[in-house]
């Protein structure tokens, strides 16, 4: 098939590999460059990247909603667009300029988690297992009919960073069966009393909130591990943490239970033993040569 691909983040990177390999890619949507790190220098997409490398025609509007743009989406005469992560709403035009519109890789088991970090929020929920919906895109947030699922499952060592790259793999493989025979899939209609939201994810709900309780924050710490990192702060510094467990002590929320060989602090309920630390400008380490080495100084009083 004849297809153009739209997407951004590494997330999509699997999945336009595949594509690549096994169909004909016409083109690439994706975000245009944006300014990143200290020096703010223009920094293109793992997708823009990609398609440059492979010799792909590569376009980056700042919005199709205009005329001009969606004209020369359905000039490309393709059969299909396969959306992953792309992140600009698409309107009716470009959603049916093609003759099989436009599929979308979704990281989620719709209906559940409609919304722009379903991986996050479905470990931050406690769910027990996550997936990918391919589905064809509606004018809907993530509401079209749905056209194959594959499932994963959630346990107690998953994490934002491993979920993320088990659904990219799924996604790839999942894009291929269906356009390998397209016609053949019966769509079926989501039932929207079953969906929830997964919204954005915000810096601000990465603080730790010892008044929450330690459960509750162990999954947090697993979902926003590796990004944006959940953390908390003690003498005027950030501590970021990404691997915690539930220990069975008790105190008031914040209070710090111990802190030689391990770090434990206190939450609502039980508390929260820290097992891998990142202070602020240094590297991610175990706890326990964090508190022999770069944090032997630190006392975390309450």
Known sequence: MKVVFMGTPDFALQALDSL?????????????????GRGHQLTKT?????????????RTPKTLRNPEEQAKFAALNADVSVVA?????????????FPHGCINIHASLLPRWRGAAPIQRAIEAGDAE??????QMAEGLDTGDMLMKGKV????????????????????ELIVKVLDNPDAIVPQR?????????????????????????EVLVRKIRAF??????????????????????ADMHGAPGEVLEQNKRLVIACADKALEILIIQ????????????????????RFTH
């Open 190 to 214: 989501q039932d929207d009393s079953l969906a929830c939201y997964a919204a954005k994810l915000d810096k601000a709900e990465c603080l730790i909130d010892f008044n929450l309780p330690a």
């Open 225 to 246: 591990n590796p990004y944006p990192a959940m953390f908390f702060e003690r003498g005027g510094e950030r501590f970021k943490v990404f691997e915690a467990k539930v």
């Open 153 to 172: 499952k959630i346990d107690e060592h998953t994490t934002g960073g491993s979920l993320h790259d088990a659904l990219a793999s799924l996604g790839a």
């Open 85 to 97: 992560a792309y992140g600009l709403i698409l309107p009716k035009p470009v959603l049916e300029a």
């Open 46 to 58: 793992p997708v823009h990247l990609w398609a440059e490398k492979h010799g792909i025609e590569v």
């Open 130 to 135: 996550s997936g990918v919906t391919v589905m």
């Open 20 to 36: 690549y390999k096994e169909h004909e890619l016409l083109c690439v949507y994706t975000q245009p460059p944006r300014e990143a």
């Open 279 to 298: 202070r602020q400008g240094k590297k991610t380490m175990p706890i326990a040569d964090f508190l022999l080495g770069s944090g032997s100084g630190c």
